[in-house]
């Protein structure tokens, strides 16, 4: 399903749990945690529970990414990955050409305009905007001139909003657009009781307005954002904005036959790899995401 004009590539997240701990232990720096992502405050510092290089959760800081290894010796810092000895030459290339500082720096090439759903948390919606200006930050010198993007934090509940948005009396999203808002929003709806519900998101290229869009639907009982879900789809922007450089047949996005030229499973598994979660890996850990995709890739249709 696309929407007119509009390269639409979406992704559901299907969110994974350890085993459960002891729910009144006190969280302590790299001490056990039970769920993915989990934010808590330590001596006044920000701490997310991640699996780490050993297999085991662990609360680490909040800029320190999953397979990271446990600092010892009571460091603070955790330990790089050594890299795999079968870590071939052409993915340590690529993952030396990552600028690998850019995530920490400004974003003058890209500009974000937000809308923000009723029913989407303020919490929600704060945190979600310190991940996307990590993306835009990350992905900025990957533009060769200034562009916006607009983008639409929303959850399952917000269709009606949706629906009702207009900019000079022309409706924001058309019918096929809505349609496509709607889908999601019934794929993220929490199941009864549920303390944490599923998020989508999807991101293109707009080439009659000539500017980016981007939507990201959480379910109105999440508490916290997924960490990665902000550069995965500022990924999908990339590819749409310079499909012209490197596809040069696929056209300006008029015409499905736009659209049939490369695999699902290229097209989000890129996404993957390019995500700042990987600028931000080791090598080792960028290999092991490399030969994911090169596994789902051997595997796929033609």
């Known amino acids: 399903m696309r929407p007119r004009l509009w390269l639409c590539v979406s992704f559901i997240l299907v969110f994974t749990f350890a085993p459960a701990i002891n729910a009144n232990a006190v969280p302590t720096a790299w001490g056990s945690c039970s769920k993915r992502e989990q934010k808590v405050t330590i001596a006044g510092k920000p701490y997310h529970c991640i699996k780490t290089a050993r297999g085991n959760w662990a609360y680490a800081p909040l800029n320190v990414k999953t397979g990271a290894v446990a600092p010892t010796n009571g460091s603070s810092t955790p330990a790089k990955i050594v890299p795999d000895k079968n870590v071939d030459s052409l993915v340590a290339q690529a993952y030396s050409a990552f600028d690998h500082a850019a995530c920490k720096a400004k974003h003058p090439n890209i500009t974000a305009h937000y809308l923000v759903a009723p029913n989407y948390k303020e919490s929600m919606a704060t945190a979600q905007k310190l991940l996307l200006e990590t993306a835009m930050s990350c992905y ?6 200034q562009l916006s993007v607009n983008i639409i934090l929303a959850t399952e509940k917000d ?18 657009e809505l349609r496509w808002a709607k889908f ?13 519900g ?3 998101g999807s991101a293109g290229w707009n080439v009659t307005a000539d500017s980016a869009w981007m939507i990201i639907i959480d379910a109105s009982v999440n508490s916290s954002p997924d960490f990665h879900m902000a550069s995965h789809e500022f990924a999908h922007i990339l590819q749409s904005f310079s499909k012209s450089k490197f596809f040069p047949f696929w056209g300006d996005g008029s015409t499905d036959a736009d659209y049939v030229n490369l ?9 993957e ?17 490399m030969a994911e995709a090169r596994k789902q890739g051997s595997g796929a249709p033609s």
């Open 159 to 176: 269709y009606d909003f949706m629906a009702s948005q207009s900019i000079g009396g022309i409706s924001t999203f058309d019918a096929i």
């Open 263 to 271: 695999s699902p499973w290229f097209w989000e598994g890129t996404g």
């Open 184 to 196: 999601m929003m019934e794929r993220v709806t929490p199941k009864p009781g549920s303390q944490r």
């Open 273 to 289: 790899l390019f995500s700042y979660d990987s600028i931000n890996s080791t090598v080792g850990g960028f290999s092991a995401q």
């Open 140 to 145: 900025n010198n990957y533009f060769d001139r």
């Open 198 to 200: 599923g998020a989508a």
